[in-house]
Nanobody
């Protein structure tokens, strides 16, 4: 059974930082592309960042230079370091992976950027 459990969200002031974590189980983690997505109220879910199994990293233009995705294959965990946060980064952040053609999602963690 695939499980993705996010943690690390919260309330932060503009310009602040947060680090999200996603612990995965039930997958061959080292072989999977791991992703972070987000969904703001009234908007569609959007890709934030991807970390490939071969070390490739991809980011949405809106977060380039501010967010960093990383993975620890020994711990089956993917991280999202978010710096210089803006109010428009406010959203529920979801961890994602795909296995055998199916999408798997975590429960999401709320990130609120507000003064």
């Amino acid at each position: 059974q695939v499980q993705l459990v996010e943690s690390g969200g919260g309330l932060v002031q503009p310009g602040g930082s947060l680090r999200l974590s996603c612990a995965a189980s039930g997958i061959l983690f080292s072989r999977r592309v791991m992703g972070w997505y987000r969904q703001a109220p009234g908007k569609e879910r959007e890709l934030v960042a991807l970390a490939g199994s071969g070390g490739s990293l991809n980011y949405a233009d809106s977060v380039k230079g501010r967010f960093t995705i990383s993975r620890d294959d020994a711990k089956n965990t993917v991280y999202l370091q978010m710096n210089s946060l803006k109010p428009e980064d406010t959203a529920v952040y979801y961890c994602n992976t795909k296995q055998l053609g199916l999408d798997y999602w975590g429960q999401g963690t709320q990130v609120t950027v507000s003064s």
